[in-house]
C-alpha cells in the first residue's frame, strides 16, 4: 500500500496562490499515475488535476488554465500550484496514487488524508 503524505494547504485571500505537495512514502510497482481530487462537506469529490509518470496533465475544466500540476519522480512527489484562487476553490484537497490518467477517481486506490484550502476574503 502507497503512503500518501500532503502538505501546504493553508488560508488564502481571492487571487492569491498555494502549492500543496505530496509525497508517495512507500511506492508500488504499478502506480504512475498521481492527482489531486477536493471536496467540499455535502458534495462529491471531484478530480482536479493528474499527471501521468512521464509528466502529461490532465486538468478539470474549472482550474484550467490557473492551476498547474508536476512531480517530481526522484523524490515521489506531486505538486499542485494554484493561482489566481477563487472562493470556490474552498475544499479539502486529496492525494491520491492510480493506474490511468483519468479524472475518475475509480482508478486511483490510495489516497492521502486531506489538506484544507480556504480562499477568502
Known amino acids: 500500500q502507497v503512503q500518501l503524505v500532503e502538505s501546504g494547504g493553508g488560508s488564502v485571500q481571492p487571487g492569491g496562490s498555494l502549492r500543496l505537495s505530496c509525497t508517495a512514502v512507500r511506492y508500488k510497482y504499478g502506480t504512475f499515475c498521481m492527482g489531486w481530487y477536493r471536496q467540499v462537506p455535502g458534495k462529491e469529490r471531484e478530480g482536479v488535476a493528474v499527471i501521468g509518470l512521464g509528466g502529461n496533465p490532465l486538468y478539470a475544466d474549472s482550474v484550467k488554465g490557473r492551476f498547474t500540476i508536476s512531480r517530481d519522480n526522484s523524490k515521489n512527489t506531486v505538486y499542485l500550484l494554484m493561482n489566481s484562487l477563487k472562493p470556490e476553490d474552498t475544499a479539502m484537497y486529496y492525494c491520491?496514487?492510480?493506474?490511468?490518467?483519468?479524472?475518475?477517481?475509480?482508478?486511483?486506490?490510495?489516497w492521502g488524508q486531506g489538506t484544507q484550502v480556504t480562499v477568502s476574503s
Open positions: 491520491a496514487a492510480g493506474s490511468a490518467l483519468s479524472l475518475s477517481e475509480s482508478w486511483f486506490k490510495d
